[in-house]
């Protein structure tokens, strides 16, 4: 089972970046399917970025509101996530998650909450206008 921390979270301002990090603990960390979500306040938990496994050509994906703005990328040999986030708007303040899935699926499936069986703690990002 992996466990997962996200750091790199702050107050920022608009325009500004920020680069969350997640380790993971895991031997076989490079076939993980990995996502990142967030969730504002009274929000429910919605998808951000995600990328494949080594097995999957570490492919990757982003929500339409993302999508331009933020990279995700990993390490394998660190066992590392990164998020990348620039330039940031304050709809981006939310507490931002690390998942991770040991399956693969259909079209679409990494951005479902559902299909990540492990989660990190989260880590708080603040954009101010």
């Known amino acids: 089972q992996v466990q997962l921390v996200e750091s790199g979270g702050g107050l920022v301002q608009a325009g500004g970046s920020l680069r969350l990090s997640c380790t993971a603990s895991a031997r076989t960390f490079s076939t993980y399917f990995m996502g990142w979500f967030r969730q504002a306040p009274g929000k429910e938990r919605e998808f951000v970025a995600a990328?494949?496994?080594?097995?999957?050509?570490?492919?990757?994906y982003y929500a339409d509101s993302v999508k331009g703005r933020f990279t995700i990328s990993r390490d394998n040999a660190k066992n590392m996530v990164y998020l990348q986030m620039n330039p940031l708007k304050p709809e981006d303040t939310a507490v931002y998650y690390c998942?991770?899935?040991?399956?693969?699926?259909?079209?679409?499936?990494?951005?479902?909450?559902?299909?990540?069986?492990?989660w990190g703690q989260g880590t708080q990002v603040t954009v101010s206008s």
């Open positions: 990328i494949s496994g080594r097995w999957s050509g570490g492919n990757t």
């Open positions: 998942a991770a899935s040991p399956a693969n699926g259909g079209s679409g499936w990494w951005t479902l909450v559902e299909n990540y069986n492990t």
